[in-house]
């Protein structure tokens, strides 16, 4: 996804709740204007109006299976705040060569970093111009016109009854389906000129107790300024 080709990546689950009766919900989006959810369970957002998250719950700790271009990797999201601190680890294994790889994100910046080799960039984080990081609480007919989505109905997946979406840009040549519960994507099956990308969550923990430190740079890492940071503050000089 193509920092990390996260989020569905973005972004979620042999989830530890049981199924109650259907249930409708309203959430917020950061225009005022609303959209609706539906879960099987009797979780109601509170996240304010002035928040800058894209999840309608406020903390999560969600493990996924996920497959690019053929690689398997074991995925974990942690995110805080409803998504305004989120962080992702990728660890895999693709014949005998090992990759970890984790994305911070927080204060308006993503930061990418390579684990093994201890070096990471820091980029402006801007999700709102991304077709694989989309904010399913906001949803406009603008922006699904852009990505050529489409509203597919619900489909129940793992306990939840879940907002199905198609999409299918031409730019980018991303096709495929999210299944998305409370904002989050449980599962993302797209392919991007071709090459196919499969995440798909399989446990959730809305009780987790999150740390703070997993927000922070990892000791020993070094963290250099994406291109358009550095452009940024030589127009400010």
């Not at 928040?51 to 493990?63: E, N, P, Q, T, Y």
């Not at 390579?114 to 406009?140: C, R, V």
């Not at 603008?142 to 129940?156: D, I, L, S, W």
């Not at 922070?216 to 291109?227: A, D, K, L, W």
Request: aromatic share 8%; net charge positive; glycine share 6%.
């Amino acid at each position: 996804m193509k920092r990390i080709c996260f989020w569905t990546i973005l972004a979620s689950i042999s989830v530890m709740y049981s199924c109650n009766s259907p249930e409708k919900g309203t959430a917020e989006s950061k225009d005022d204007k609303k959209t609706e959810q539906i879960t099987n369970e009797k979780i109601v957002s509170d996240r304010p109006a002035d928040s800058k998250g894209k999840f309608l719950v406020k903390s999560a700790a969600i493990d996924f299976d996920s497959e690019i271009m053929g690689m398997k990797q074991d995925m974990l999201m942690i995110i805080d705040k409803y998504g305004e601190l989120s962080f992702i680890e990728m660890t895999g294994n693709l014949m005998g060569t090992k990759s970890h790889n984790i994305s911070i994100i927080k204060d308006g910046f993503e930061y990418t970093i390579d684990m093994i080799k201890k070096k990471g960039q820091k980029l402006p984080y801007k999700a709102e111009s991304n077709p694989d990081d989309i904010d399913f609480t906001a949803l406009t007919s603008e922006v699904m016109k852009k990505f050529n989505m489409k509203k597919e109905g619900t489909e129940e997946f793992l306990g939840k009854k879940c907002d199905k979406y198609s999409i299918d840009q031409t730019t980018t040549k991303m096709k495929g389906i999210y299944l998305v519960w409370m904002g989050i994507p449980l599962k993302t099956d797209v392919s991007v000129a071709g090459m196919s990308m499969k995440i798909i969550a399989k446990k959730i923990d809305l009780d987790a107790k999150i740390s703070p430190d997993k927000f922070e740079i990892p000791q020993g890492v070094t963290i250099t300024e994406g291109p358009i940071e550095k452009k940024e503050q030589a127009k400010k000089k």
